[in-house]
Every structure is written in C-alpha cells, then in structure tokens.
C-alpha cells in the first residue's frame, strides 16, 4: 500500500467523510525541500465530513494532523489541506 492509499484509509476510518480526495503532489516539488527521488512526499487532502461540523478551521486541521501524525512522522513534508463540515 502507497502513501497516498494510507492516508485515505486512515482519514476513512476516523472521519467517516461524504467525500475525499487525496492527491499526491509530490511531482509539483522535484528538487525541493523534503522532496525524495521516489515522490511520496507532498499531497493535498480535500475532505467534507460531519466530523467537522462546529469546528475551526485551526481545529479541523489539527484532527487531519492527528489522524495522520504516523505518516507525517514517516517521510509526508507537506500537507495541504481543504476540510469542510457536511
């Protein structure tokens, strides 16, 4: 399993979101930092879920980041994220 299916699996089973994308933008980041010859580095979540709803912005984001601190601990430099409440 890649990075980018990790991610998803992960996010699907802590949010339970109405939609998700996850989009591996490592290609965009060649010879930057945190960049590595094999990708995997950079991605893009876009996800709506009722988990957010009442919730900050700030606060969404730190549930993203708490559900996926393994991988960002593991090779994820950059993660941009786009949450919505359902």
Do not use: C, W
Not at 8 to 32: C, F, M, N, W, Y
Not at 62 to 84: F, P, Q, S, T
Request: proline letters at 2%; zero cysteines; hydrophobic letters at 40%.
């Amino acid at each position: 399993m890649d990075t980018r299916e990790r991610i998803a699996r992960r996010l699907e089973e802590a949010l339970q979101p109405e939609t998700l994308d996850v989009i591996d933008e490592s290609d965009l980041h060649k010879g930057h930092h945190g960049a590595r010859p094999g990708g995997e580095t950079h991605y893009r979540v876009r996800v709506t879920a009722a988990a957010f709803r009442g919730k900050s912005r700030v606060e969404m984001h730190r549930m993203i980041n708490a559900v996926l601190a393994d991988e960002l601990a593991d090779g994820v430099h950059a993660l941009a994220i786009e949450a919505k409440a359902a």
